[in-house]
């Protein structure tokens, strides 16, 4: 079993949509979660880091963490044509070597004007 | 700005050659990555430094090498033993702060192809 598991899509919803972007990962000692997005030929942008469980927000992006369940979440809200990109998940335990980061494969999302 | 430099952008390499990726960052980042992406595949880590002098092998190391001379770089040769190097290479860092947890952030990558 992969350690971080992303859906690839694709993904398509028109303007305006709520997005949901989804991982699960099987490592209980995951404390730190990060999502990227990525623009075709370039290279991936952090959009949010969160640790532990719970919510974070920032602007139209809310990510969430249920470590109960071990799942991960990104919500993008009113969604823009430009949102259209691949968002890659990635988790990594505390401490330890900094070559610990695990990704998903990545969902492509396209959002149709 | 501050930020990662990878050059060139785009890169062929002919059977039997051995070629040399570049990475400069202005972070003052202590640790740097190199990752492979391949189509429908995740990123997978090459090789990572966290001191200057200093680096570890990734999940896929074999048939490149690296070398860390100054803080502010750190290239990636692939070497003619590495026979399938046609990929997206990824350079990352990261601050090594608070348990060395911090994110990392990445270059906008150069493609490598076969001629």
């Known amino acids: 079993q992969k350690e971080v598991e992303q859906d690839p899509g694709p993904l398509s919803v028109p303007e305006g949509a709520i997005v949901s972007l989804n991982c699960t990962y099987s490592n209980s000692a995951f404390q730190y979660f990060m999502w990227y997005r990525q623009y075709s030929r370039k290279g991936p942008e952090l959009l949010m880091y969160?640790?532990?469980?719970g919510n974070k927000e920032d602007g139209r992006f809310t990510a969430q963490v249920d470590k109960s369940s071990k799942y991960i979440s990104l919500f993008i809200r009113d969604s823009q044509p430009s949102d259209s990109a691949t968002y890659l998940c990635?988790?990594?335990?505390?401490?330890?070597?900094?070559?610990?980061?695990?990704f998903g494969k990545g969902t492509k999302l396209s959002v149709k004007p | 700005d501050g930020g990662i430099t990878q050059s060139p952008k785009y890169l062929f390499r002919k059977e039997g050659q051995n070629v040399t990726l570049s990475c400069e960052q202005n972070l003052n980042h202590d640790a740097m990555y190199w990752y492979r992406q391949d189509p429908g595949q995740g990123l997978r880590l090459i090789y990572y430094s966290q001191i200057v002098n200093d680096f570890q092998k990734g999940d896929i190391a074999e048939g490149y090498s690296v070398s860390r001379e100054k803080k502010e770089s750190f290239p990636l040769t692939v070497t003619s033993a590495q026979k399938n190097p046609t990929a997206f290479y990824l350079c990352a860092s990261s601050s090594t702060g608070t348990g060395g947890n911090q994110p990392q952030h990445f270059g906008d990558g150069t493609r490598l192809s076969i001629l």
């Open positions: 969160t640790y532990s469980s």
């Open positions: 990635s988790a990594r335990n505390y401490g330890g070597s900094q070559g610990n980061l695990i």
